[in-house]
């Protein structure tokens, strides 16, 4: 059986919260504190999206196989306002980790103080639990 690679995510309430991470505000210093502690860091989705688009324009877009999708989705309005509230969680820099990591950070962000966060995620490297990139 392969060992899948996990992903933590969390999103937050409304615009506000999502600025006010990006920002780092100190109303969110428990949030800093438990990626601290983990090693990590948050990266808004929608920032992160951007960051690939503009990435394969630089290099040409045929070697990124989700650019159309991925594009697409930044320029929807109402996909552009999910994204801005959802954040990935980077550990030790790498985007996905191993699972013993991700349930811990799952569990530290999950009893942060009611109201700073709205849902956490743990998501898995499975390929049939996730879209895969369309064959060219």
């Known amino acids: 059986m392969a060992q899948w690679q996990y992903q933590v995510r969390f999103d937050v309430g409304d615009m506000a919260a999502s600025e006010a991470i ?19 860091v948050a990266k808004c989705q929608f920032v992160a999206f951007s960051d690939y688009v503009s990435t394969a324009e630089q290099h040409g877009i045929e070697k990124y ?12 309005p109402s996909k552009k306002e999910k994204y801005l509230k959802s954040f990935s969680v980077y550990v030790d ?8 990591i991700a349930d811990a950070l799952k569990s530290d962000l999950q009893s942060l103080p009611s109201g700073l966060i709205a849902r956490v995620t743990k998501y898995d490297t499975n390929p049939a639990n996730n879209p895969q990139p369309p064959k060219h």
Do not use: M, S
């Open 22 to 40: 990006r920002q780092k505000t100190p109303t969110f210093a428990p949030l800093f504190e438990v990626l601290a502690r983990h090693r990590a």
């Open 65 to 76: 196989p989700l650019y159309a999708w991925t594009k697409a989705t930044i320029e929807n």
């Open 93 to 100: 820099g790498h985007e996905v980790y191993d699972g013993a």
